[in-house]
């Protein structure tokens, strides 16, 4: 029998041999790679260092409200100047204007006229929680509670077992304003929600997911010591209606109109043994609104005039006067413009509109290898492969979605590869999977160009969400080419 000749190349030769082929058309593919492996170590120690920063940030401004009263004193202190009390606007000159306290807009003036059109950069800073009831307050069996209502898509049962802080206004009957933020300082109490013990869980675990723990279990519980009085029905609801008016001046009158948000009281902190993660409440969208505002804040008589937008109420469906549909917000517009170009002129207002390019800065799903069904894997955004540009959000046929125009997708991609920042594209899961919207699609509305872009996130909308530092920071110099190149 003649021996057969080895046809088969050694496999370290083929490896190698379409190595080479593979660096020969390199020009021709896209490729999308980890920046802790592409980035240099520079890049690495900036990202670390911008986390400590975002942490600190992310610790006092939990709410929309805190984040726009943080955000106000930055932006002071960066010459940023209240724009009413301006009455023109010039080159290099920094505005700001807070939306009734709960959205926040800033500007800064470029060199070319304003009818050239505006940057901005928008993204929301209320994220999921659980409000207060209008009548909150009540006792059962020798303990005291408050009763909420879910703000934002959560998964209820994610709520019971951890300490919650109690953050917002409360108006007191003379019209005077008392603002409570009880839970985060290490010597406060926190509040608590309680789950069933499993002993006990059968029935419970047995329900479907949305129904393991109902809207209506998640009461907080407040206090348990009966006021020091024999004769008095509902002693420990007056227990705790008694220690509110003596510290902060309320009766329970005022908890009809008061805004108080049940938060997680757990800081933000790093992840990992390599710290390349960070885990927080409400990085959903506070990780695109801080980069957002670092990016306007260091900006310095730029060419183009520049804004950035922080909306409330985006979680449930952009509503209300601080929401993203509301005028407000192009009201600040209007004003920007009629003080830079010295006079209000309708048509030329539409038309600086026209040349206008916006980045909603909105997270997008992370994709999780332990739920990797949910999502096409070539069409997903991997942690710590950088910003994810979403041309499109939605649901099912593309509803309810603003897709953005290929000429400005195009451009925001040459901004990004000029400037040397990674990015990635994705969508929002499998087509049919599920969906989500953004304020992009309302913006549209004004008739400018506009692009989601942000940050993935792990566990989204959870009490405690994930990002990866380098994704942040990259975000960041991301907006900040946006805004600096467009
Ligand atoms: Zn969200």
């Known amino acids: 029998m003649a021996e057969k000749k080895n046809t088969k190349e050694k496999s370290s030769d083929v490896t190698e041999k379409k190595q080479t082929g593979k660096n020969k058309y390199k020009h021709l593919l896209a490729e999308y790679q980890n920046i802790w492996e592409s980035g240099s170590s520079d890049d690495h120690e900036h990202a670390m260092a911008f986390g400590e920063d975002y942490k600190a940030f992310m610790d006092i401004s939990k709410t929309e409200r805190e984040f726009v009263s943080c955000s106000v004193e930055a932006a002071k202190e960066a010459g940023f100047s209240e724009l009413s009390t301006l009455t023109e606007l010039h080159f290099g000159q920094k505005v700001y204007h807070s939306v009734k306290g709960k959205g926040l807009v800033l500007a800064v003036v470029g060199k070319k006229p304003i009818t050239e059109g505006i940057n901005i950069l928008g993204a929301h800073i209320d994220s999921p929680r659980l409000d207060l009831k209008p009548n909150p307050l009540y006792e ?6 408050l009763k909420t209502h879910y703000y934002g898509g959560i998964k209820k049962y994610q709520w019971t077992t951890i300490p ?62 009966p006021v020091d009085d024999k004769n008095v029905a509902n002693a420990y609801k007056i227990g705790i209606l008694k220690l509110l008016n003596e510290q902060y001046g309320i009766i329970e009158k005022d908890l009809v109109s008061a805004e108080l948000e049940v938060v ?42 520049s804004v950035c937008m922080l909306f409330d109420k985006e979680e449930t469906g952009s509503n209300g006067n601080t929401g993203a549909q509301s005028r407000l917000y192009e009201d600040f517009l209007v004003e920007l413009f009629a003080k830079c170009a010295g006079v209000y002129d309708e048509l030329l207002y539409r038309k600086t509109i026209l040349a206008t390019k916006m980045l909603s800065t909105d997270v997008s799903n992370g994709f999780d290898p332990k739920y990797a069904s949910v999502s096409d894997p070539r069409n997903t955004a991997y942690m710590s492969h950088g910003i994810k540009i979403e041309k499109y959000v939605g649901s099912r046929g593309k509803s309810g979605t603003n897709d953005a ?61 994930l990002i990866s530092k380098i994704d942040l920071y990259f975000t960041y110099l991301a907006y900040k080419a946006f805004i600096e190149e467009m």
């Open 405 to 465: 125009n290929s000429e400005f997708v195009a451009e925001v991609i040459r901004v990004f590869d000029k400037r040397g920042i990674p990015w990635q594209t994705g969508e929002l899961g499998k087509v049919d999977e599920g969906g989500g919207g953004t304020i992009s699609v309302y913006m549209s509305k004004l008739g400018l160009e506009v692009l989601d872009c942000g940050v993935p996130v792990l566990s989204m909308h959870s009490p405690y969400e």
């Open 264 to 305: 997680p009281a757990m800081k933000a902190r790093d992840v990992g043994f390599d710290r390349s993660f960070i885990a927080a409440y409400g990085h959903d969208d506070r990780v695109c609104a801080y980069p957002a505002l670092m990016a306007i804040m260091s900006l310095d008589r730029p060419e183009r005039t």
């Open 164 to 225: 919650l802080a109690i953050h917002g206004p409360v108006i007191r009957k003379d019209g005077s304003v008392v603002y409570l933020n009880i839970g985060e300082n290490e010597d406060d109490p926190v509040f608590y929600i309680t789950d069933l013990l499993p002993h006990l869980g059968a029935e419970q675990m047995a329900r479907k997911g949305t129904d393991i723990v109902r809207g209506e279990d998640l009461n907080l519980i407040i206090g348990g010591r």
């Open 140 to 145: 059962e069996e020798e303990m005291v509670f």
